[in-house]
């Protein structure tokens, strides 16, 4: 079965006993909150939401030491392959299968950080398994039509404010994403996106049908 890993702030990893192994937006060099050694987290695929610093991350390291392929916006893997990495450049709306299933690129309301990008979010296919991450965002009426189009297992959404959606917010985007379960990251990191993941937990178990799961770095969820 899928195991999710919180790795702090923004990043994930995903993963299935002799499958591929998938990490989203590897901030973990000056990240307070990260859980492990960068030399201890390994991929295959790298899925990076936009090019600020606490998302693209150490994607580039990575990428080379463990030859991985980064999957992102034309920009961002442009800019990978110029730097002599494997990379598999989408834009929003498409979807490309891949070994594990299916990567689309969604909508995301955020900067790009990147020349004449956009930032974006990712409905993953993983062997059956429906994971939408929505990377830094705002709420828009829109997520409707994601959780229309593909029938999610598990949501993940930002809930620090300032940057992205507070807990309010994204406790909508969960009831317009109707995802089986719910995920909150983007938040404790520093001060200024200090949110109580349990506010946003009673909110969404109050107010949607999803369940919510509070993960601390470190922590696995199996799905």
């Known amino acids: ?22 990490l989203f937006d590897p901030y973990i060099t000056g990240n307070p909150q990260a859980p492990m050694k960068l030399e201890e987290i390994g991929a295959d695929y790298i899925l990076v939401s936009h090019a600020h610093f606490d ?10 030491r463990e030859e991985a392929t980064i999957i992102s916006t034309a920009e961002i893997a442009g800019q990978a392959g110029e730097n002599g990495l494997a990379a598999h450049g989408q834009h929003l709306g498409g979807r490309h299968q891949f ?4 990567v689309k690129l969604t909508l995301a309301f955020h900067g790009s950080g990147i020349p004449g990008g956009h930032a974006c979010g990712f409905v993953v296919d993983y062997y059956g398994k429906k994971i939408y991450f929505a990377g830094d965002t705002a709420l828009f009426s829109d997520m409707k039509l994601i959780g229309e189009l593909d029938s999610l297992d598990l949501a993940l959404l930002p809930i620090g404010d300032n940057f992205t959606m507070g807990i309010d917010d994204a406790v909508m985007a969960a009831s ?3 995802a089986r379960e719910v995920i909150p990251f983007h938040y404790n990191t520093w001060p200024l996106i200090e949110a109580d993941p349990e506010e946003f937990k009673k ?4 107010k949607t049908g999803s369940k919510c799961i509070v993960l601390s770095p470190g922590e696995q969820h199996i799905f």
Not at 55 to 64: C, P, V
Not at 99 to 102: I, R, T
Not at 203 to 206: H, I, L, S
């Open 1 to 22: 079965m899928p195991v999710l890993t919180f790795l702090g702030h923004a990043a994930f990893r995903l993963r299935d006993k002799g499958k591929e192994t998938l």
């Open 55 to 64: 998302h693209l991350g150490d994607t580039y390291e990575i990428a080379k």
């Open 99 to 102: 070994q594990f299933g299916s």
């Open 176 to 178: 317009f994403l109707q």
């Open 203 to 206: 909110k969404v178990e109050d």
